[in-house]
């Protein structure tokens, strides 16, 4: 195959390179597109107006900003998941985050954060195996038997929850969390841009399934 590259004349070289960045930014686009799309009436950003859930699931963020600084994604979806408790419209929330090395734990630090601002210990499960967005749906549904759910994160991460939750048949709504000032989230709305295309891809094409799945978990409401 490499040989075959090499004897082509640079201008098909560049034409086909062109078709290829062509046809991926395309996808990209339409990826982006559909999910924002498709999953518009599912969003929310008043308590007042969204549907009540016993269930919510909060997906995961660092504490920290590799700095060492307050990461203000994780802040505001603490702060939007209280809110949403506070107010009636949820009576549990499962944390589910990356817990894939001994000194990061995502899932503890939301169960603490969420404790010290007044949501009581028993109303909280951990799921520790969220290492992305895609395993932490499938995981609700399928450990812990959750098909009625709340998806409390920003907005461009509930939309790409949301389609995930949709694929599998799940009802799904979700809560939007207070948005980060675009000088601290560039990079992360820049990602996500991949990550719906990827979420179409996983879902569609690679049949991707959780890292890990296990035991079922009953939730006691």
């Not at 979806?77 to 549990?92: D, F, N, P, V």
């Not at 949501?119 to 290492?131: K, M």
Request: proline letters at 2%.
């Amino acid at each position: 195959m490499l040989k075959k590259l090499k004897s082509l004349p640079y201008k098909k070289l560049f034409k086909w390179s062109f078709v290829l960045l062509t046809i991926l930014v395309l996808s990209i686009v339409i990826s982006n597109y559909w999910i924002i799309k498709s999953t518009k009436a599912q969003i929310y950003s008043e308590t007042s107006s969204i549907p009540q859930n016993d269930v919510a699931i909060l997906l995961g963020a660092s504490k920290k900003l590799r700095n060492g600084s307050e990461n203000l994604f994780f802040k505001y979806r603490i702060e939007a998941a209280t809110q949403l408790y506070k107010s009636g419209k949820i009576k549990h929330i499962i944390v589910s985050g990356d817990n894939s090395k001994k000194e990061y734990d995502e899932a503890t630090d939301m169960r603490e954060a969420l404790v010290a601002q007044g949501v009581p210990d028993s109303c909280i499960t951990q799921d520790y195996a969220g290492f992305r967005t895609l395993d932490s749906m499938v995981r609700c549904l399928k450990v812990f038997g959750q098909n009625k759910i709340t998806v409390i994160s920003q907005r461009f991460h509930n939309e790409r929850a949301i389609f995930i939750g949709n694929f599998y048949d799940m009802e799904v709504v979700a809560f939007n969390a207070k948005d980060v000032p675009d000088a601290f989230s560039l990079k992360v709305r820049v990602r996500e841009h991949f990550g719906k295309f990827k979420a179409v891809l996983d879902l569609y094409l690679l049949h991707k399934q959780p890292k890990f799945l296990g035991e079922k978990v009953a939730i006691k409401l």
